[in-house]
C-alpha cells in the first residue's frame, strides 16, 4: 500500500480504476485514525474533531492498480461511547468517476445507535452500495481499567456476536473489528471494501436479466 496523490489516469497503457470509500459514525468512534492508519501509516494520539478530509491511497488489486478516495466525516453530536469497543457501521462504496456516488464506509460506536442512527441514513442515500460494520478500538476490550469503569456503569464491551447481531439486523454484508492503534485487521477491511466495491460496480453493469415473470408496480 503506498500512499499516493495522483488522480485516475492511464498508466502503462492500463486505465486505472477509482473507487470511492466514506466512513461515517459517531464522533470520537474512530474513524479518522483508521483512514490515516490505512493511508499515512500514522496513528493521531490525540483527538481533533474532524470537519472533512479526502484521504488517496493507491492499491494492488490482482493486477490492477486502484486508487482509493477515502472521505472522512465530522462525527458530530459528541455522542458518548457507550462501550470501549466501537461498533461501526460501514458503508462502502463503489467506483467513481468524480460525479458518481459513493461506495461509503459508516462507523459507529454503539450498536444501538448504528441501527438507530447511521444505518437508516446510508440506506437512504446510499441504497444498494455494499456496506460494511465496522468495530473499533479491539484494543479496549484488554484495557482492564475501561472495562472496570464500563462495569461499575452496568455495561459491558460489544462482543463480536453483537457485532454480526447488528450486521443482520442492519442488513449490512459484512462485519468487521480493528485496532487502529495496534493495525489489527486495518489492511483486511480495505482489501474487502475494494473487493465488494468491484463487485457492486461489475454487477451494475451486468444487463438486468430478464426474468419473463409480470412486475407489480
Ligand atoms: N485505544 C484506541 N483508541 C483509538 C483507536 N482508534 C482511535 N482511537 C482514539 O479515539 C479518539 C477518537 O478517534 P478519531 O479517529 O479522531 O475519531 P473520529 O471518529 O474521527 O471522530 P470525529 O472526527 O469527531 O468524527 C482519539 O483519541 C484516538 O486516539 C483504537 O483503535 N484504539
Known amino acids: 500500500m503506498t500512499h499516493n496523490g495522483s488522480v485516475a489516469g492511464h498508466s502503462s497503457g492500463r486505465r486505472r480504476e477509482e473507487l470511492k470509500i466514506v466512513i461515517v459514525g459517531d464522533g470520537g468512534c474512530g474513524k479518522t485514525s483508521l483512514l490515516m492508519v490505512y493511508s499515512k501509516g500514522d496513528f493521531p494520539e490525540k483527538y481533533a474533531?474532524?470537519?472533512?478530509?479526502?484521504?488517496i491511497t493507491t492499491v494492488k488489486y490482482g493486477s490492477r492498480?486502484?486508487?482509493?478516495?477515502?472521505?472522512?466525516?465530522a462525527g458530530g453530536g459528541g455522542r458518548t461511547i457507550g462501550g470501549e469497543v466501537t461498533v461501526s457501521l460501514v458503508e462502502k462504496l463503489v467506483a467513481q468517476s468524480s460525479s458518481t456516488p459513493s461506495h461509503s464506509v459508516l462507523l459507529q460506536?454503539?450498536?444501538?445507535?448504528?441501527?438507530?442512527?447511521?444505518?437508516?441514513?446510508?440506506?437512504?442515500?446510499?441504497?444498494?452500495?455494499?456496506?460494511?460494520?465496522i468495530g473499533c478500538k479491539t484494543d479496549l476490550r484488554k484495557d482492564k481499567e475501561r472495562t472496570r469503569k464500563l462495569r461499575a456503569l452496568g455495561q459491558t464491551p460489544i462482543t463480536y456476536i453483537q457485532g454480526e447481531e447488528t450486521k443482520r439486523q442492519i442488513?449490512?454484508?459484512?462485519?468487521?473489528?480493528c485496532s487502529a492503534k495496534y493495525r489489527e485487521n486495518v489492511e483486511d477491511i480495505f482489501r474487502e471494501a475494494t473487493k465488494r466495491a468491484l463487485a457492486g460496480i461489475r454487477r451494475a453493469r451486468q444487463p438486468?436479466?430478464?426474468?419473463?415473470?409480470c412486475a407489480l408496480l
Open 49 to 55: 474533531p474532524s470537519v472533512f478530509e479526502k484521504y
Open 65 to 73: 492498480e486502484i486508487i482509493l478516495n477515502l472521505y472522512d466525516t
Open 109 to 133: 460506536p454503539a450498536v444501538s445507535a448504528a441501527e438507530d442512527v447511521w444505518y437508516p441514513e446510508v440506506n437512504h442515500f446510499c441504497r444498494g452500495v455494499p456496506t460494511i460494520l
Open 171 to 177: 442488513n449490512a454484508d459484512l462485519y468487521l473489528e
Open 208 to 213: 438486468r436479466k430478464r426474468s419473463g415473470s
